[in-house]
């Protein structure tokens, strides 16, 4: 089984690119977890796509997301809400209208976030269901919300021990979902 782990963040170090780190090395024995992120992706414009197409970064993301038998989605937390990078890549990667059913219809998605505030990304969570339906994705009923960011994914150190159980029991979880 491969999965595909998206990190909703531009920034290396992120708390949701570490949260990415921690469930690739989380995976099962026999499960496949690739780390992706937004990078190279550029804001959406309809005559940029009309003048020179599909950009690469989002046409290399789209074939990695459609080679994979699930997709873990970690979703940073801005003002409530989901990050744009992440946004405007789920917009990229619906185009053309054709690409979207076979990009995201059907397909198993987890959502996971991390935030050094104390509820975890559960409201950009909350509103990326809305998105994440609309594409017809398969969403996974459990969520994996990561609250003292700082504290339990360091820059450097250790994670913390419970962290890295929830971790693993969720990537299980996951795997029994996808079957």
């Known amino acids: ?103 995201f219809g059907h397909r198993p998605t987890a959502l996971v976030g991390a935030t050094p505030g104390q509820f975890g990304t559960a409201f950009a969570q909350a509103g990326s269901l809305i998105n994440l339906r609309q594409l017809g994705c398969q969403l996974f009923p459990d969520y994996l919300r990561v609250s003292r960011a700082d504290q339990v994914l360091p820059d450097s150190g250790a994670v913390d021990a419970d962290l890295r159980k929830q971790a693993a029991s969720f990537m299980e979880n996951f795997v029994r979902f996808i079957g």
């Open 1 to 103: 089984m491969k999965l595909i782990a998206i990190s909703g963040s531009l920034r290396a170090a992120s708390f949701n690119t570490r949260l990415v780190d921690l469930l690739v090395e989380s995976a099962p024995q026999g499960v496949e977890c690739e780390k992706a992120t937004l990078k190279g992706i550029p804001l959406y414009d309809g005559d940029v796509e009309e003048e020179h197409g599909i950009p690469q970064a989002v046409e290399s993301l789209r074939a990695r997301i459609k080679g994979a038998d699930g997709m873990i989605i970690a979703t940073p937390e801005y003002n409530a809400g989901m990050p744009g990078v992440l946004k405007n890549a789920l917009d990229w990667l619906t185009r053309p209208g054709s690409e979207m059913k076979p990009t």
